[in-house]
């Protein structure tokens, strides 16, 4: 089986209904504690450290480290809509906290700025071409200061491919159900995703990609 999937699908995809079927992950506030747990327990960040949270989505990540003391955060993502939220929920708390609509490969932010860049919830290896996603890499590099450090949260290609199916399924809540048709090929994993809701039919079908990498 072939999926055709369109290069710029990450544009349109994270929104209202990305937010419904992705909630296990993206909106579990334990998960979150946890991995930034996992972060501040293994880097140095000072408290007037410059972060910036690369394809932050609503902000989960930023907002658990201003939690903690870490107010110095720029939040970048393309989706206005996930901006929105988050810039509603960080207005909501009066936390200052600079959200930013642009591009990864070409931010437009201030070079050499950063004691750190992260780009986590796997959210990095969305381009087939990889040489878009060593733009991404550049940039962050860029934007990064003398001695800074850019961390990336990625699943384990070996991991990934041991444990690979492809047809996943799961119920999202009493209305919604996803069904996940995958082909892993050369490292990407291509994927054609249909969401039925119970009382409305089919209310999206959409492709999108993802290049898996392994450490050397």
């Known amino acids: 089986m072939e999926i ?3 290069k710029e699908w990450w544009k349109e995809i994270f929104d209202e209904v990305y937010l419904r079927t992705d909630a ?38 930023t907002f658990e480290l201003f939690r903690r003391g870490y107010s110095r955060i720029t939040l970048l993502d393309f989706s206005s809509y996930l901006l929105k939220i988050g810039q509603k ?5 009066g936390w200052n906290i600079a959200f930013v ?6 931010t437009g932010l201030r070079s050499n700025h950063f004691q750190y860049v ?26 990064l200061c003398s001695g800074g450090q850019l961390l990336l949260d990625l699943p384990l290609r070996k991991y990934v491919e041991r444990k690979f199916k492809p047809v996943v399924r799961h119920t999202v809540d009493d209305d919604l159900d996803v069904t996940r ?36």
């Open 4 to 6: 055709e999937v369109d």
């Open 118 to 143: 992260f780009i986590l919830g796997s959210s990095f290896g969305y381009f087939v071409e990889d040489q878009e996603n060593r733009k991404i890499l550049n940039e962050a590099f860029r934007l």
């Open 181 to 216: 048709i995958r082909v892993l090929e050369n490292g990407v994993i291509y994927a054609c995703e249909t969401i039925i809701s119970k009382t409305q039919g089919v209310i999206r079908k959409n492709t999108y990609c993802t290049r898996l990498y392994q450490p050397n």
């Open 89 to 93: 929920a960080a207005a909501d708390e």
């Open 24 to 61: 296990r992950s993206v909106c579990d506030h334990d998960l979150t504690r946890r991995e930034i747990d996992y972060i501040v327990n293994r880097l140095d960040i000072g408290p007037d450290d410059h972060i910036l949270d690369l394809c932050g989505g609503q902000g989960r990540h």
């Open 101 to 106: 609509r642009g591009d990864a490969r070409q």
